[in-house]
């Protein structure tokens, strides 16, 4: 008698330690309400992405990995904003360029007066 309730007690507490890791592992239950079509929980702000954004980038995990779409939509974004940062960065570099040529036109210019 002894034996079977040590028997009993045990296949207990192995019943309550499974259903604990399930219950870690897959949670209480609860659903998410479904996402519309063609909506995603991934977010980029609309312009002026920041290393912070890029950085609390999160995607949706699937059974091999990351939503794919999400990871190139993010990809794609990315992608833009390096182009148009470095299209400002070569106007910019263009305007310095300039105004250093101009800038030693009037030093030019002064030094030529001064020697009159």
Known sequence: M??????LFA?????????LLAT??????????????????????????????????RFQQVLRGYKASEVDWALERLAGQIDELHGRIAVLERQLEVAGQQL???RAARADAQED
Not at 25 to 39: D, N, Q, T, Y
């Open 104 to 106: 030693q036109e009037v």
């Open 11 to 19: 296949v207990l507490a192995v019943a309550a330690v499974v259903y």
């Open 2 to 7: 002894a034996s079977a309730l040590i028997y």
């Open 24 to 57: 870690l592992v897959f949670g209480r239950g609860e659903e998410l309400s479904p996402l519309p079509p063609g909506a995603t929980p991934t977010r980029l702000p609309p312009a002026d992405i920041e290393g912070s954004d890029v950085r609390a980038l």
